[in-house]
């Protein structure tokens, strides 16, 4: 009986992937997969702070506006007086300021100043790299000039 030659393919291991290559490439994943939701999770909260800032200039604008227009109901100079905004933005603290230009008498010095807690705006629980009592805020000045009434 003759033997028939053996082909060089038959000596090898059938085909597939070890445990230990499966291992090493759902690891790699593994890794991947972090690093993305992890910058997704920190685009977030970028997104989050940049909605409180524009949320505080929107209504510092407002503050600024209604100084100007109505001069009955705003601090006069050398005071300053205290406001919360209106839910859903409660959570912002604002302070208005007049104050006399020394070297220019008929100039005042307006300033509004918003401030709120980093991890807040209805977001309750969530962790921030911050302390927990670290606030951030946003200040506007400008001048008015009060010309005198003939």
């Not at 290559?21 to 790699?28: K, Y």
């Not at 890794?31 to 505080?56: C, D, E, H, K, P």
């Not at 929107?58 to 050398?78: Q, V």
Request: glycine share 8%; with cysteine; charged share 20%.
């Amino acid at each position: 009986m003759t033997e028939l030659p053996r082909r060089a393919d038959s000596l090898r291991s059938p085909g597939g992937f070890t445990l230990l290559e499966v291992m090493a490439a759902l690891m790699i994943l593994g890794i991947l997969l972090t690093a993305v939701l992890y910058s997704f999770a920190q685009g977030i909260r970028a997104q989050a702070r940049m909605q409180n800032v524009t949320i505080a200039a929107l209504n510092a604008s407002e503050k600024a506006l209604e100084t100007f227009t109505d001069l009955e109901n705003r601090p006069g100079p050398g005071e300053s007086d205290e406001f919360d905004l209106e839910p859903p933005y409660d959570f912002i603290h604002g302070t208005r300021a007049v104050e006399q230009n020394e070297l220019i008498p008929n100039i005042q010095e307006i300033s509004i100043t918003l401030s709120w807690e980093s991890g807040t705006g209805g977001r309750k629980g969530r962790r921030s790299p911050q302390p927990a009592n670290a606030s951030q805020s946003l200040e506007i000045c400008f001048l008015q000039a009060q010309l005198p009434v003939p």
